[in-house]
């Protein structure tokens, strides 16, 4: 009988291809668990709001517009936050959703978020944080492209 666990991840829609996958066994540590839990999860986010039609790019370039040159702090933090609000910011989310006001919450989920991962802060652990804390931790890099020797 096989004692090995692993976690399989596998999702193919259009052209979107995502594979993640580990096998688990008494010597593999709790940090490569949760990071490939992690890498799961940030596979999923991004493309759930890529599939609804919302512009992440457009998104991620206001965040980043939001954040540039703040450093990582509670009250930075606060007064970007309020930035949200503004009527730059709903233009904003409006533009980004095609004008489907029926979007603008979820793609308001998302620019809050991508704005305070812009100033360091997140909601979950992510493969970043795992890879600071167990400097350590090895992950395997997805296959792609491969420079030229």
């Given at each position: 009988m096989d004692d090995s666990n692993s976690i399989e991840f596998l999702a193919k829609y259009k052209d979107w291809v995502a594979v993640k996958k580990i096998r688990i066994d008494a010597s593999t540590k709790p940090e490569e668990i949760v990071a490939q839990l992690a890498g799961i999860r940030?596979?999923?986010d991004k493309k759930a709001f890529e599939l609804l039609g919302i512009d992440t790019a457009k998104l991620?370039?206001?965040?980043a517009q939001l954040t540039s040159g703040s450093r990582k702090s509670y009250n930075t933090l606060a007064q970007v936050v309020q930035k949200l609000g503004t009527g730059e910011a709903k233009e904003t989310?409006?533009?980004a959703t095609n004008s489907?006001?029926?979007l603008n919450e979820v793609a308001?989920?998302?620019l809050f978020r991508k704005t305070v991962q812009g100033l360091s802060f997140?909601?979950?652990v992510n493969v970043e944080m795992?890879?600071?804390a167990f400097p350590d931790l090895k992950l395997p890099?997805?296959?792609g492209r491969k420079p030229k020797a």
């Open positions: 940030q596979s999923i991620d370039a206001y965040a989310i409006t533009a489907r006001p029926e308001s989920t998302y997140d909601f979950d795992l890879e600071k890099k997805p296959p």
